[in-house]
């Protein structure tokens, strides 16, 4: 039997294609999540090596060949969600490169199914 293969974020069509013009016009690219504050709590995109990546900080994985982070308090929140990263018109966050753009980055979820978070566990 195939084991099942749980990726913890991924991203929209609409998504990848922005993140493929913003890495063409800005080279290879890095996300995290952000957990509030200053910018909600958008993924924030940043130029690879932008954005300083902390022993603490958990690798979710990629999405469309960009590595994608989140801080390891809140990942314990959302560890049971699989993020949706998605793209829809307005501004986005202050230190992000899709501020301007007249696009943003949003994030949404869904809850892994009761398969995905034993397969999850097997996996760690």
Request: charged letters at 20%.
């Amino acid at each position: 039997m195939a084991q099942l293969v749980v990726q913890r974020v991924v991203a929209t069509e609409a998504a990848q294609e922005f993140i493929a013009a913003l890495r063409e016009k800005h080279g290879e690219l890095m996300f995290f999540q952000s957990g509030g504050c200053c910018d909600g709590s958008a993924p924030l995109c940043y130029a690879a090596g932008d954005f300083n990546i902390s022993s603490s900080d958990v690798f979710l994985g990629s999405v469309h060949g960009v590595p994608f982070y989140m801080g390891a308090e809140q990942f314990e929140y959302w560890k049971h969600t699989q993020l949706i990263i998605d793209v829809v018109a307005g501004n986005g966050g202050m230190f992000s490169l899709d501020n301007g753009t007249g696009k943003r980055f949003l994030t949404r979820s869904r809850l892994f199914t009761d398969d995905e978070n034993t397969a999850l566990q097997q996996a760690r």
